[in-house]
């Protein structure tokens, strides 16, 4: 054994120290002895407390030496899911020639190995390995399922989004916002309209996964979300509205001023708050009158929208906020007033002190 092997396997034996920082000082050692500390780290593969396992296998992934892809890809199916996801890791880190191992494990028997080399093949970015990534699914483990749905998005993979667009319609919840998530990392216009139908998901989780992928789009999804919300019920409507401040394209500054006189509250929340985010100062007349709603949640989204405009035109309507009933309005008016930072903002604001 040479020196430096005689080096690391007494450096991985501290590894057990409870302070993270001193283990971090280790890896490092061990890392700084490049392959000359790669046997000795398989070995420790093997160790009986999973922490070692677990920074063992971030060393290996840090080295990137080839020889540590078969006990990695083990370690996939380690006892300790902490040591698997160190694992899945380090392979990604040691990139395509680790490819190959990983499709192998990708349709092997274990399922936690399956989704490791899944996560893995998508950090890694090899756009040819989709193909095997979409027969996964069908996986019959959902967390397989999912791994392969997070891994297509990564990959940005354009010959999976109808197979996507079949998982996000899924009823199971999991899957439904993975494949929402991986949609919006494609950018597909294909994509747009199934998007805008997730919008109405039961699942709050799967709407903002959904409405986020939206935003990622940006303006080509404005068209269908403007007919979305003209057309579609009061929960696709607020969403609708959200998602266009969001993405702030003027084409949907009308719709949002007719929102504001919607029957649904939520809904006039959320417009008077997209219509800050577009910031036009012809807003302001529209949002004015917000301000002497009976509701609360109205006048804060109101404050909030003409705060959004950054206009000198909107300080003396947001100035009268400073005395309103609800202290989350006064706050949100002065904090309005910070953001115009329009020199008219400081008397009201020393005012209000």
Known sequence: MSSASKKATTLISKLRAKSS???DNVLSDLVELGPDAVEPLMEALDHKDYKVRMAVAEALGDIGDERAIPPLIESL????????????????KIGDSAVPALLDALIGSDQAARKWAAEALGSIGDASVAQELMKRLNDPNIEVQRAAVTALGDLKS???????????????????????????????EV??????????????????AAGRSLQRVGSAAVPALIEAVR?????????????????????????????????????????????????????????????AHENKDIRYAAVEGLSGTC????????????DDDDWVVRMTAAVGLGEIASRTCVEPLLKAL
């Open 158 to 188: 354009k010959r999976a989004i109808d197979p996507l667009i079949d998982v996000l319609r899924d009823d199971n919840v999991d899957l439904a916002k993975a494949a929402a998530e991986a949609l919006g990392k494609i950018r597909s």
């Open 311 to 322: 206009s000198y035109r909107a300080v003396d309507a947001v100035a009268k906020c400073l």
């Open 21 to 23: 920082a001193s283990r």
């Open 77 to 92: 199916s380690d006892s300790s899911k902490n040591t698997q996801e160190a694992a899945a890791g380090a392979l990604a």
């Open 231 to 291: 057309q579609g019920d009061p929960m696709m409507r607020r969403w609708g509205v959200e998602v266009l401040g969001e993405i702030s394209d003027e084409r949907a500054l009308q719709m949002l001023v007719e929102s504001l006189d919607d029957d649904d509250e939520r809904v006039v929340r959320y417009a008077a708050v997209a219509l800050g985010s577009i910031g036009k100062e012809s807003s302001i007349q529209y949002l004015e009158p917000l301000l």
């Open 191 to 208: 994509a747009i309209e199934p998007l805008i139908e997730a919008l109405g998901s039961p699942s709050i989780d799967v709407r903002k």
